[in-house]
């Protein structure tokens, strides 16, 4: 992989790449390379990494509207829900801020979008704020998590495998905010755009069977998923 092609495929400049890579070579998640990167090991195979919010947003953009937008149907007038981080829960906010509900949310890009006209009461978490993933987490955003109860927590994930019944996430800290509000609500749904059936992340946060439904944008690959697997 070199800096241009990823940036080309991301939509982002080849400075913003580069800067990702720097950040992902000192946590030894990989080695850069004249004009690219390979995995910490030596091994040259194409390897997934993670990007910042800016590059990621762009990231199969039109499948996580397709996704959002489905399960954002799901929210019925008077709920509260929570919002998890992510650029897959994002796109919500354009069915969501319409509809008179109570929205709890870590995800900074959702608070960002709050405008006068926005029905939609918001509520944010504090805690300690990450700008390059646009995220607040941390002891106080667990402690305030703790204190809501939600009739939905919409989950976002880095990762699934149906088959293995595993959802995967990259993050401690972020593990256990999804894993709070799933436990405080009484519908709990995870989206994810299709690329994410193929990925692995470090830390398995829980079942796909825990899930009252998996958003994923369709067409349905072929082989056996679990009934609660639903393609938009």
């Avoid at 030894?28 to 194409?46: E, F, N």
């Amino acid at each position: 992989m070199d800096y241009k092609s990823i940036a080309r495929e991301l939509g982002v400049s080849e400075a913003t790449v580069r800067r990702d890579f720097e950040k992902l070579e000192a946590q030894g998640k990989l080695r850069r390379v004249q004009s690219g990167a390979m995995r910490p090991d030596g091994d040259g195979s194409d390897f997934d990494v993670e990007l910042s919010i800016r590059a990621k947003h762009n990231i199969n953009h039109d499948e996580k509207i397709a996704v959002a937008r489905a399960a954002a149907e799901e929210v019925q007038p008077g709920e509260c829900i929570f919002l998890d981080m992510g650029t897959s829960i994002a796109p919500m906010i354009s069915v969501l801020f319409s509809k008179p509900i109570r929205i709890v949310t870590c995800n900074n890009v959702v608070l960002q979008r709050v405008s006068p006209d926005t029905k939609a009461e918001v509520f944010s978490l504090g805690g300690r704020v990450v700008p390059r993933d646009q995220m607040i987490v941390g002891p106080m955003t667990e402690s305030n998590l703790e204190q809501f109860g939600f009739n939905r927590a919409f989950i976002g994930c880095m990762g699934l495998n149906p088959t293995n019944n595993i959802v995967y996430a990259t993050d401690m800290e972020c593990v256990r905010l999804k894993q709070v509000a799933m436990r405080n609500a009484e519908h709990s749904y995870l989206l994810a755009d299709s690329s994410k059936l193929s990925k692995v992340g470090l830390f398995r946060f829980a079942g796909v069977d825990l899930f009252e439904k998996v958003y994923i944008n369709g067409p349905k690959p072929d082989g056996d998923f679990p009934e609660n697997i639903v393609f938009v």
